[in-house]
């Protein structure tokens, strides 16, 4: 007997009554409120069908009713694991829209900025993957790590998860006395502490056999899904924008793009998702390294650009690496000091869309590795 | 740079049977150690309600108003994205009486966007981590320390209208010296107090 | 030491200007009826710019004058499915990045629908408009195409009340299926309660 | 015998003797419900505080002063207070019999552990067998709970612990073939007192066999974290995928009884372990004191700690590896653990023949 879900066939060898499970909204292994529904024969997936909007907040028409600047605050919280890279994303995007740009200081201060969240975001994906998985310990690991960020963040922003510190123009504040020597200091410690959680997590047998071959998403597929980020990296297409279409001042900085090779399995699997993360985390550091030798004095804000103004009328899409993939910020001004359309092309959203059609023909506890293997925010997929 | 930060190779062995066996003892194994190097290594948290964090001087947390210097301008209220500061006060001429300045932290998201427009430099967020409340409506916080008016404030009140009445007087006398001339129908004084925003409001625009 | 200046920067308006003319070229050879809309703005705001807008934000001066990307308007949106054919397959643009729709305002009798497309071998971004009326708002679905313009239509769809014909799975996505009204549309009120809860 | 002999002695001839077994096995159902329930008390703590080293964190710190001490008391005490919940679409009487029968069947169990010479409640010669035999017992009660909780969470923990347990009787039952095979006998007191050589150091683990022990003693503590529903094989409860598997609908006292049975027998599985791998109450030195009224105590502190031990061995796998699908815990059953088993039981039957034939030991 066939079950067909999307391309894939799943074949069994007995085939008995169909169990319809409701996974979610409130699992441990939805990271939030999603919902999966679920339909399997015994341990088999036979089908599957997300649900979200359980923590839809409007984003895009709050986005329509506040100026620029107010706006700000609203894009910490839909990734609100990765927020710098959400302010980058907009100010980018309403800089666009104003032909204003950011002084040198402020350039490099935004990246060590987003690169440092990026490194704390990839830390919760691969500890929460841990958890998906069963094992517990890495992600205490990854938080104690996350909590040296959190404490770089909280002292050049004043907040620990939703910082509103990049803005159009620029950044809010200069650095504080010392905090660049705390950063140098944490990528430092984070070198040391790396290897941890690969001997404890990435090179266990049993997460090996867990993730590797286990929902694998072709080449192909990845891109045909619009998938993003290390989901398309770990499917082993060679694609950054960071690198490709470089934004601030990436195209100076020396990094290399990690890119899924099957290690362990074949290409595309949870395993490789999971790796391109690993090894972003150590790229990260490496770019936060750079940008901490090359940072000059200098001034943190365009003048030009203040709390409270107005865009000429037009469009500007501006795409930018989020820790999850590429977050697209496609603003439409008309002239006034309110956006006239705020979209918000939200990564985990797309690339939440191809689970649906991996699920099929995996096990049940598979649902939870690949579901966490795509490190989805639901804050974000709803927005 | 440490070994273990290049990148692995294709290790076709773990695909036999020894070669399962042989991987899952030894990266068990593996991790084991590092659990256990970390079972005999300090602990990194705290211990809350006795220990507290040492919270940066730049922290976002509940808000506080210099009340003296504040000149009820609203340029907080108006940057606010979600509009939870609430404030009302009555002008007397320069002076003004508080009646009521409050933000609700049921609301309030922490931007600090109330920060930056301010003029005066009198609103700021403190080290205040906590927010507790049994009612709701205890999270709406009053943020002045004093309502109503001081008595130097009523003391320079007064001054002023003394000021202005002694104005006054002089000015009605000049008028009844030269009553052809046209006079002014209103008093700077009051044309002030009709216009609710300032200047200053004006000037956080540019940035 | 400008972002923008970059040769190969997303945000330079000649890379993408450079994506779209070569793209126009090809689908007006290949019959279809598209015209380029370019930003008339210089790429980089003069000094002082801020200011004028400022003053012009406070007159409502609606000049035609505007900055960014510019972007392609598909004038016949029942070509859509045959130009985004020829886009993935003559073309190059393997990814459709964003799709989704836009209200200009309460008054216009018209919809805009837009797609962001990216290319990973010409590392370049392409933008279609097309224009979508009020009264009868059906546009046909890529997701033929574009596999990933699935979710995107079905958000777009329960936020402007736009049909895509052809889409496999109609559902609402982020709004609750018995949602009234089409909360991005600009004419759209908030209601006052749902379900007996208020919501105010 | 000993209680009912002990109790002979004490009481009036005039007293049936099914009176005095009935009595004995009263008093050693109550000692062994005691001995358990603290047993549980302090592995539960001891996971919590080990967890929570292993973690960077401290653990529990507040309850009873030193080390949050008397926090599994105070949680004990909680869910016994707690309201107790049934679901109206369970079916009750299987619902509320689970409990009883997974808690029974952990606590019957310890019957066949030898503590120390003579502290035994009924020293049956085929030990081992019983204990294997009744201990996967558990399976009945965990399929009860998780039909009868009437939720396709629970019933997939139940069913995913029915087919592991079974699997897995296998490979544990080859693995204590080998200890069997070189004392002799199946009665676990036995076994433990023919390790009492050497001054108390000739364990199994540390005989002329060691190169059989090694490879058999992982097998069975492999084949035991199975058994034990325990990291990496929390199939049945497995938190990230089935919420908290067959115990999902359980509160209050009824989930505190799964929850005890968890950690008796976890300490069950490392009785077993001690008493034919490591020397049971044996202990270097321990000898000298034979005959005097501390040697009893002593033993059977040496045991218990011994077996303590091995569940914070238990406890450390469990925080250190993930966990592992349903199809691999079959694959490593059948595939891997019982060939093993039966390779290891083939060279040790060889080996035994070889010394008990050619060097006559």
Not at chain 2, 87 to 111: I, N, P, S
Not at chain 3, 146 to 152: E, R
Not at chain 3, 179 to 188: I, N, T
């Amino acid at each position: 007997m066939q079950v067909t879900g999307s391309e894939r066939i799943v074949e069994l060898d007995v085939r008995t009554q169909d169990v319809d499970i409701n996974m979610g909204p409130q699992h441990p292994a939805t990271h939030g409120v999603l919902r999966v529904l679920l339909r399997a024969d015994g341990e088999i997936l036979t089908g599957a069908q997300s649900h979200l909007g359980y923590l839809h907040r409007c984003a895009e028409k709050i986005g329509e009713n506040v100026d620029w600047v107010q706006y700000l605050p609203y894009t910490d919280r839909y990734d609100y694991l990765s927020a710098m890279n959400n302010n980058l994303g907009y100010s980018l995007a309403v800089e666009k829209l104003l032909g204003q740009d950011a002084p040198e200081r402020a350039q490099y201060l935004r990246i060590i900025l987003v690169e440092l969240n990026r490194i704390a975001s990839h830390l919760v994906a691969v500890g929460t993957y841990g958890l998906d998985v069963g094992a517990f310990t890495p992600f205490f690991y990854a938080l104690r790590e996350r909590e040296m960020l959190l404490e770089i963040f909280e002292r050049i922003c004043g907040a620990r998860l939703t910082y509103t510190f990049i803005r159009p123009g620029g950044v809010m504040n200069d650095a504080p006395e010392g905090w660049f020597d705390q950063v140098a200091a944490f990528t430092e410690v984070f070198d040391q502490k790396w290897p941890d959680y690969w001997n404890l997590l990435v090179e266990n047998k049993i997460f090996i056999e867990r993730t590797a071959n286990v929902g694998v998403l072709s080449e192909e597929d990845a891109i045909a899904w619009g998938a993003t980020g290390p989901m398309l990296r770990g499917s082993g297409v060679d694609w950054d924008i960071r690198r490709d279409q470089p934004y601030l001042l990436y195209g100076d900085l020396d990094f290399d793009v990690i890119v899924g090779k099957g290690y362990r399995g074949s290409v595309g699997d949870c395993f490789d998702r999971n790796y391109v993360r690993m090894f972003e985390m150590v790229q990260s550091n490496r770019i936060v390294r750079q940008c901490l030798d090359r940072i000059r004095e200098g001034e943190v804000q365009n003048e030009e650009v203040g709390m409270s103004f107005a865009c000429p009328p037009g469009r500007s899409y501006v795409g930018i690496e989020n820790p999850r993939g590429e977050l697209g910020h496609w603003l439409v001004s008309d002239g006034g000091k309110i956006a006239q359309r705020c979209r918000v092309r939200a990564p985990s959203f797309v690339n939440l869309a191809v689970v649906e059609h991996m699920l099929p023909g995996c096990m049940l506890a598979d649902a939870a590795a690949i579901i966490g293997s795509v490190d989805i925010v639901i804050g974000e997929t709803d927005r | 740079m440490n070994q273990l930060l290049q990148e692995p190779t294709q290790d076709g062995s773990q695909r036999t049977w020894f070669g399962n066996v042989y991987s899952a003892i030894r990266s068990t194994a593996s991790g084991m150690g590092v659990t256990l190097r970390h079972l005999f290594s300090k602990p990194v948290t705290l211990q809350y309600p006795e220990e507290r964090p040492i919270v940066d001087d730049r922290y976002r947390g509940v808000h506080y108003l210099e009340q003296d210097l504040c000149i009820y301008c609203d340029a907080c209220a108006k940057a606010c994205p979600i509009d939870c500061i609430d404030m009302e006060a009555v002008r007397h001429g320069k002076e003004l009486e508080w009646k009521t300045f409050t933000v609700d932290y049921q609301k309030c998201m922490h931007c600090e966007l109330c920060v930056y427009p301010c003029p005066k430099d009198c609103i700021h967020l403190g080290q205040e981590i906590t927010h507790l409340a049994e009612d709701r409506s205890d999270l709406v916080h009053e943020l002045l320390s004093y309502t109503g008016l001081t008595e130097e404030q009523k003391v320079r009140i007064a001054e002023a209208e003394a000021k202005k009445a002694a104005k006054k007087a002089a000015l009605a006398a000049k008028k009844a010296t030269e009553v052809k001339e046209p006079t002014e129908a209103e008093d700077p004084a009051e044309t002030q107090d009709a216009v609710e925003t300032e200047n200053p409001e004006e000037e956080q625009k540019d940035g | 030491m400008n972002h923008f200046k970059q040769d190969s920067g997303w945000g330079s308006s000649a890379s993408i200007l450079e994506a779209a003319e070569k793209t126009l070229a090809s689908l007006q050879s290949a019959g279809f009826s598209v015209e380029l809309r370019v930003p008339n703005l210089p790429l980089l705001a003069p000094d002082g710019e801020a200011k004028r807008l400022k003053k012009k934000a406070k007159e409502e001066n609606p000049e035609y004058e505007w900055r960014g990307d510019s972007y392609i308007v598909l004038k016949d949106s029942a070509s859509l499915l045959d130009v985004c054919r020829h886009l993935r397959d003559e073309l190059g643009w393997e990814q459709l990045i964003d799709c989704t729709a836009m209200d200009p305002s309460a008054e216009s009798g018209e919809l805009l629908g837009c797609y962001q497309f990216l290319s990973l071998s010409l590392k370049a971004r392409l933008s279609i408009e097309i224009s979508i009326s009020k009264e009868s708002p059906e546009v046909q679905s890529v997701t033929s195409i574009y596999l990933t313009a699935d979710w995107h239509e079905r958000e777009a769809s329960e936020m402007f009340g736009i049909t895509y014909s052809g889409h496999p799975d109609p559902r609402n996505i982020l709004l609750p299926d018995d949602w009234e009204g089409f909360p991005l549309r600009k004419d759209y009120e908030f209601p006052e309660e749902y379900h007996g809860v208020s919501c105010k | 015998m000993g209680i009912v002999q002990f109790l002979s002695d004490l009481l009036p001839e005039t007293i049936p003797y099914w009176a005095l077994v009935l009595l004995g096995a009263g008093i050693a159902f109550a000692i062994i419900i005691a001995f358990v329930s603290v047993v549980a008390i302090f592995s539960v703590w001891l996971e919590r505080k080990v967890a929570g080293h292993i973690q960077s964190r401290l653990g529990p710190m507040y309850v009873g002063g030193w080390h949050g001490w008397a926090q599994s008391i105070a949680d004990g005490i909680k869910l016994i207070l707690k309201e107790d919940v049934i679901l109206t679409d369970a079916d009750r009487p299987l619902f509320k019999l689970a409990p009883c029968i997974v808690l029974g069947t952990a606590l019957a169990a310890f019957v066949a552990v030898p503590f120390a010479p003579g502290v035994v409640p009924a020293d049956i010669n085929l030990g081992v067998f019983f204990i294997v035999a009744v201990s996967s017992l558990t399976t009945i009660g965990v399929l009860m709970a998780g039909w009868g909780s009437n939720n396709k969470w629970s019933l997939y923990g139940a069913m995913r612990e029915a087919a592991q347990v079974a699997s897995y009787e296998i490979p544990l039952g080859l693995s204590l073939m080998m200890p069997v095979m070189y004392f002799g006998s199946f009665s676990l007191s036995q076994a433990s007192e023919m390790q009492a050589g050497w001054g108390g150091l000739h364990w199994y683990i540390f005989s002329d066999s060691f190169w059989i022990a090694i490879p058999s003693f992982v097998l069975f503590f492999t084949a035991a974290l199975a058994e034990t529903k325990r990291a990496p094989f929390d199939l049945p409860e497995s938190e990230s995928e089935l919420v908290a598997g067959f115990h999902t609908e359980y509160s209050g006292i009824r989930f505190s009884f799964f929850f005890m049975e968890e950690y008796a027998a976890m300490y069950l599985m490392s009785a077993i372990g001690t008493a034919l791998w490591f020397g049971g109450w044996n202990f270097p030195g321990l000898y000298l004191l034979e005959g005097t009224a501390l040697f009893t105590p002593l033993a059977i502190a040496v045991f218990v700690v011994k077996s303590m031990f091995l569940v914070f061995v238990m406890m450390w796998v469990r925080w250190t590896v993930p966990r592992i699908r349903i199809d691999q815990v079959m694959a490593l059953g059948y595939k891997y653990l019982t060939p093993i088993g039966l390779f290891l039981v083939l060279v040790a039957s060889v080996w035994e023949y070889i010394k008990f034939s050619m060097m006559g030991v």
